[in-house]
């Protein structure tokens, strides 16, 4: 349990326990009165679960799936995609694999496989200062 929801159900406790208010417990969360009935009527069914999110553990709704993240690791590494950049392989990939990702994603996967970019950056150019005119 993190910080914040252990301090929920302190809250909470204490408001079920007669100590606060309903309205003080909705201050000392920063919450509305109605989140905060929600909160409660969720710990007298669940007891300190109820302060728990829901989500905790899902992968998200829209995050790749494995296999695709591999397919994707295995055509940037493949002789016909190695000399793309980031941008120009995302484009060739929805082109010609079918793969609609940003190169964002493209640029993730690869910085997460250790794969260097397809070129550094170039150093600045060095400009000499001019002489002091009279």
Not at 5 to 30: N, P
Not at 88 to 106: D, N, Y
């Amino acid at each position: 349990m993190s910080k914040k929801e252990l301090k929920r159900y302190k809250v909470i406790s204490q408001w079920i326990e007669g100590y606060i208010t309903g309205k003080q417990a909705a201050e000392l969360l920063s919450l509305s009165l109605r989140q905060v009935y929600r909160l409660k009527k969720r710990v007298l069914e669940e007891d300190e679960n109820g302060v728990i999110h829901k989500n905790r553990g899902r992968k998200p709704a829209h995050a790749l799936s494995e296999d695709i993240r591999q397919k994707i690791l295995n055509l940037r590494q493949s002789e016909t995609y190695r000399h793309c950049n980031d941008v120009h392989f995302s484009e060739l990939l929805a082109k010609q694999e079918g793969i609609r990702v940003s190169p964002s994603t493209v640029r993730r996967i690869r910085c997460q496989a250790n794969i260097p970019p397809k070129r550094k950056r170039r150093p600045a150019k060095v400009h000499r200062p001019r002489d002091r005119k009279p």
